[in-house]
């Protein structure tokens, strides 16, 4: 969750894009916070090509709403977490809330978790053990871990080095340089764009995604957050993953369809089959 200024200042929704070439997912976004119903969202996102979604939980309530969603539509994963800027006190009870939470069948990732240096909403102690904890319930429940890195990503390859990674684990709304995407690279993690890497100003994000391995690459909304260009400050949606895809596939200097497919392929190895 990046909320960054960049979610749903405008109340009109962008018009459809053109429908990818191979259906992709969007490995990332807040169904409970897109203000339209789940049922239109996923709607307007299969007629652009984005025929699954992953919903992620950011505290105990979203968390839930998350596994009820993801249990009631085919087409929806859940993750499930503890957001670092909602850590401040976190209690071991909590995080087996969690565990719990991710017993659920269709509950597939641990996330979103990390560390936020950005912003001042939770003391860096209680973001540590918080994430050390979500790392922990990952491992014991065989999930995939959903990295939330804002201004810490020093700290978090640290974190993860000293308690050992879990199988999968993705860097949502990638945000480090390209130094550090062969880090990831060397370590296996995956690395989700968002629709910032279509900012002018994000010309490291760019070079970043240049360097990620294909079969390492996945993209993401985080909707409503982060629209891409060319809708830059209206609300984001599943629908407008085609702006990013596309967007991403010129700086790769690949075919669009070829990216589908990658993605398609890296989405289902981390998050499971549908």
């Not at 929704?13 to 429908?19: A, K, S």
């Not at 119903?37 to 652009?48: C, D, F, G, M, Y």
């Not at 390859?157 to 550090?180: I, K, N």
């Not at 629908?239 to 669009?256: C, K, N, Q, S």
Request: charged share 25%.
């Amino acid at each position: 969750m990046s909320r960054d200024g960049d979610g749903q200042s405008s109340r009109s929704f962008p018009p459809l894009p053109e429908r990818l070439p191979v259906d992709v997912f969007d490995s990332h976004c807040h169904l409970d916070i897109v203000s339209t119903p789940v049922q239109e969202q996923l709607r307007s996102a299969k007629a652009a090509g984005v025929t699954r979604i992953v919903t992620i939980g950011c505290d105990l309530p979203s968390s839930r709403f998350a596994a009820d969603t993801a249990a009631e539509f085919d087409d929806v994963y859940a993750a499930v977490a503890i957001h670092p800027n909602e850590t401040t006190g976190i209690s071991d009870a909590v995080l087996e809330d969690v565990a719990r939470l991710a017993a659920h069948r269709k509950v597939r990732a641990i996330g979103e978790t990390g560390l936020d240096y950005y912003r001042d909403w939770a003391p860096k102690d209680d973001q540590h053990r918080s994430f050390r904890g979500h790392i922990e319930i990952a491992k014991r429940t065989g999930k995939a871990l959903v990295v939330h890195d804002r201004d810490a990503h020093d700290d978090v390859l640290r974190v993860l080095d000293e308690e050992g990674p879990p199988e999968t684990v993705v860097f949502h709304c990638y945000s480090g340089d390209a130094q550090m995407a062969a880090i990831c690279a060397e370590r296996g993690y995956l690395m989700s764009f968002a629709g910032n890497v279509t900012f002018k100003n994000a010309e490291p994000l760019r070079e970043a995604l240049k360097a990620a391995p294909l079969d390492l690459v996945l993209v993401e909304t985080d909707a409503p957050f982060l629209t891409p260009l060319p809708h830059r400050g209206k609300p984001n949606a599943s629908y407008l993953i085609p702006h990013t895809v596309r967007a991403m596939a010129e700086v790769r200097g690949v075919d669009v369809a070829e990216l589908c497919t990658a993605i398609a392929a890296n989405g289902e190895r981390a998050f499971g089959p549908w």
